[in-house]
């Protein structure tokens, strides 16, 4: 079932848009059949979850995080992840970069738009991300890849399209600045991935639609 999933979601997808499989609360068993089938993108939400599962997977496997990250439990996933895309504050910005001096380590990440309506989303404000991005950032141990959104938890089509329009219209404007290495934008998960496609995203979310419902 997995294997047949994955054929569907990538004949649709097109060619220059990651497919990133969430994988968190799906035992390693089925990551291994979405691995087997050609997945190589895999993204967790919990450290320790994150922190077991990557030995009893291949080592090829690109992992990402895209949880709200605790300070405390960066050693459990910057040893890890090529991309964390869920970077929600200028504090664990900070704790990301000391981290990376520390173990002289260059660290990928996204930063997350607050997009959603729900008042529990995490993230920065659009002043907050320009601010970041335009400013003279001396760190080597970050690249802010991109941005990253969630749409609110909605039926109203409307309003999670115009939730994606808002995060493009902001991606494209800080691309257009010149800004090196900032080429990601991860919008987009089960629901609605194929709206985040026609609003340009790079990289799409998705769990239930490949694994099916969370096992545990």
């Not at 969430?22 to 895999?42: C, D, I, T, W």
């Not at 990928?108 to 529990?120: I, W």
């Not at 609605?192 to 239930?208: E, F, N, S, Y």
């Amino acid at each position: 079932m997995i294997k047949d999933n994955l054929h569907e979601i990538n004949s649709k997808l097109p060619s220059d848009v990651t497919l990133v499989a969430v994988s968190k609360f799906h035992p390693v068993e089925r990551l291994m059949e979405a691995y087997n089938a050609g997945q190589r993108v895999f993204a967790e939400s919990r450290p320790q979850e994150l922190a077991a599962k990557v030995p009893q997977m291949p080592a090829d496997v690109q992992w990402h995080f895209i949880g709200h990250l605790q300070t405390n439990k960066l050693k459990l996933v910057l040893p890890y992840v090529s991309l964390v895309q869920s970077v929600d504050s200028l504090h664990l910005l900070q704790a990301i970069s000391a981290w990376a001096v520390a173990h002289n380590k260059v660290i990928d990440v996204l930063l997350e738009l607050h997009l959603g309506a729900e008042e529990t989303k995490q993230g920065f404000t659009e002043d907050e991300i320009l601010s970041l991005c335009h400013s003279e950032r001396s760190e080597e141990s970050i690249r802010i890849r991109g941005l990253m959104g969630m749409a609110s938890h909605t039926e109203d089509r409307a309003q999670v399209e115009g939730e994606f329009a808002r995060i493009e219209a902001l991606y494209k404007r800080i691309k257009a600045s010149g800004m090196e290495d900032f080429d990601t934008l991860s919008i987009g998960m089960s629901g609605d991935w194929p709206l985040a496609v026609q609003h340009g995203a790079t990289m799409v979310r998705i769990g239930t639609d490949i694994f099916g419902p969370r096992e545990y």
